[in-house]
């Protein structure tokens, strides 16, 4: 048998709704396929605030640090959002992804075509999207110095952040980035905005550069603005997508609507090779539907297929998994935010029983 130390991070608001959902689902995997899962729970977050006052305690880190993979769900909430800045949820992620090297974080927006109709778009328009967001996340406008509230001469108060990449935070992202598109249709377009930021200047150069090492990867490039409508007007011309921490965080979500809810959008957050990644989805903490039962648990189950797919190494285990999520959706539950006419209503829980009871089958 296989052992593996996971480290859970239900978090704030739905989190720990659709970790519940998530974790019985991983048990039963984890029976089929002769792996031992030893579940670790850790606060973080708004959870870990009102236990510790600190929203990435010490020995949280320790824990995901000596584990084989951490599964996060989501943090932050209306409670924590007038605390000075290192002392909010939204801290303590930035600090779970610096502090584990998570430099790069993969978003895939595939579009399920159960699904086609809870997308606001076009059936035309999203059918067989399939595209792989790259994000760089450890680096850029959400960590460059200086940063911070200043008062002025004046005594006008300035606020600062700055975007700054080196050429090796570049590199390594761009050689995530070709690797993946190798790995996928070939096609890789590297989003800036070099035509008025010096760091998308030198971010664009190195991409360049790196082009030649992957010369079955074709390159293209698209300014930031652009990237957006483009993801909306004709998602399908995407395959894989490159780009910088804001601009990423940005376009994912764009991207996750093309797939017809955010709810449905896993994501791997990824370090050095032999280095625990966190797998967490990519919404939030869902403030306005948590504690009602309402929450879209698959964007977490998905979650931990990549954690199976990508940190464990169990392709199959992770197949499984969804191809339960499919069958789910092809026996018409739905939740809330992927509900369409003539299909079947559930809550957060009753979708995890309908799981349960395909992978038992
Ligand atoms: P959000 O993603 O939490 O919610 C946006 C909208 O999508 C809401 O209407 C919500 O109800 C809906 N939604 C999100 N996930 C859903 C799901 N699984 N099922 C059904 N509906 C879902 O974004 P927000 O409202 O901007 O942020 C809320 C809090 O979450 C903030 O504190 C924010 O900082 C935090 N946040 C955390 C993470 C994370 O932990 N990785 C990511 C994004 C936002
Ligand atoms: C995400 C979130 C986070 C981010 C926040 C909560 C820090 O929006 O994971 O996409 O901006 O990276
Ligand atoms: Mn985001």
Redesign the pocket.
Known sequence: NQHYKITLLP?DG?GPE?MAVTVEVLKVIGQQFNLEFEFQEALMGGAAIDATGNPLPTETLEMCRQSHAVLLA????YKWDNLPREQR??TG?LGLRAGLELFANLRPATILPQLIDASTLKREVVEGVDIMVVRELTGGVYFGQPKGIFSTETGEKRGVNTMAYTEGEIDRIARVGFATAQKRRGKLCSVDKANVLDVSQLWRDRVIAMSQQYPDVELSHLYVDNAAMQLVRSPKQFDTIVTGNLFGDILSDAAAMLTG???MLPSASLGEAGKPGVF??V???????AGQDK??PL?QVLSAAMMLRYALDQPQAADQMERAVNQVLDQGYR?G?IMSPGMKAVGCKAMGEALLKILDN
Do not use: F, K, R, V
């Open positions: 978090g739905i659709i989501a943090i932050g909430g949820p939204e992620l809810s955010i709810g967490e989805p919404h939030g903490s869902a403030p306005d539907i929450a879209n964007a939740t935010d």
